[in-house]
């Protein structure tokens, strides 16, 4: 077994922090309308990657840490939608579309990767 790493260590979480960042500075730009009709959910999603992954990483079995995992990965593919949704409607740029885009794609194999090795952990005990 590995040496623990602190859940602000964990490149995951680091990642899912940054993805809220960059979400908190677009919704921060939008008029009220926008705000409500999509931004409070494109909000919730993206922040519900990084805090299913803390929550996840705080689980002592490995089902219960797949789960909050899984549900990460349900976040973060919600929010590629909300994105996609923004970019379509032109209250994203194409710059900023395909950054939260990239940004994405890299915290959905760190998720998967981490998926995959709980499931790797629990097959050696």
Not at 46 to 68: I, M, P, Q, T, W
Not at 90 to 103: N, R, V
Request: contains cysteine; hydrophobic residues 40%; glycine residues 6%.
């Amino acid at each position: 077994m590995g040496e623990y790493i602190p859940l602000e260590k964990l490149e995951v979480y680091i990642l899912a922090r940054g993805y809220s960042t960059l979400a908190w500075v677009i919704y921060e730009g939008f008029d009220w309308q926008p705000r409500k009709i999509i931004g409070d959910q494109m909000i919730r999603s993206v922040d519900s990657v990084g805090a299913n992954v803390a929550e996840g990483y705080g689980r002592y079995h490995y089902l219960d840490k797949c789960k909050f995992y899984y549900n990460a990965r349900g976040s973060l593919l919600e929010s590629r939608h909300w994105f996609s949704v923004l970019f379509e409607r032109t209250l994203i740029d194409e710059e900023t579309f395909l950054q939260t885009k990239k940004l994405a794609e890299e915290i959905h194999v760190k998720v998967n990767a981490l998926i995959q090795s709980q499931r790797a952990n629990n097959n050696k005990q």
